[in-house]
């Protein structure tokens, strides 16, 4: 069992059983299937169930691996730079295409960029070095004080032992609009960008 990107990927002895969990889904070990799960499978360790009460998340069966994705976004990030260059769209929405970089959502992205002071509107190809390298910090920065802290949870997401995650409660600006920016005290905008709320702080993301 692995993890690439967003998903989570189970090799079988023939074939690939892959996971996106999305906003909802949950992946639950226990001695017997979850009451609710819908689907449950038997392994060595006991039943892993597939719990999602939206139906957002997906389960799939393929023979061979097919994920189109961009490089991780804990490995080296040296790429970056000339990528970024190569693009004009807005850099949030640059973040959240898999194609680009995997792994990266609408709260991650938000908050990368909060950490790393850049408006999330800026072309990409407008950053400059300073920005970049600021940003190249803020993904694994920002990503690793999250899983630290077992993912965000505004709802259905639990980990693997049934408990929520913590990292909610150290959202700097990701729904928080309205509130004082935790650096400069600018109210926290809220605005959509490629149909997705963004939130960040115009004062201190430039
Ligand atoms: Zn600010």
């Given amino acids: 069992m692995r993890r690439r990107g967003k998903y989570i990927v189970f090799a079988l002895d023939r074939g690939f059983l892959v996971f996106h969990l999305r906003m909802t889904g949950r992946l639950l070990l226990g001695e ?39 490089p991780e976004p804990l490995g080296d990030l040296s790429w970056l730079p000339d990528a970024l260059v190569a693009s004009r769209r807005p850099i949030k929405l640059w973040l ?34 300073q920005e970049i390298s600021r940003l190249m910090a803020a993904i694994p920065g920002v990503l690793t004080r999250a899983m630290e802290h077992r993912g965000t949870t505004f709802s259905d997401y639990r980990d693997p032992s049934g ?5 909610q409660g150290l959202l700097q600006v990701y729904q928080r609009a309205g509130e004082p920016c935790p650096r400069c005290g600018t109210p926290i905008q809220r605005i959509e960008l490629g149909g997705r709320g963004t939130y960040f702080c115009p004062g201190c993301q430039r």
């Fill in 32 to 70: 017997v299937p979850a009451g609710d799960a819908r689907a449950a499978f038997r392994t060595e360790g006991g039943w892993l169930s597939f719990v999602d009460r939206r139906r957002l998340a997906t389960a799939e069966y393929s023979r061979e691996l097919r994920l189109e994705l961009g």
């Fill in 163 to 167: 408990n929520p995650g913590g990292f």
């Fill in 96 to 129: 959240m295409d898999q194609k680009n970089i995997a792994g990266i959502g609408n709260i991650y992205a938000a908050e990368i960029l909060f950490s790393a002071g850049i408006d999330p509107r800026r072309p990409a190809n407008s950053l400059r070095p």
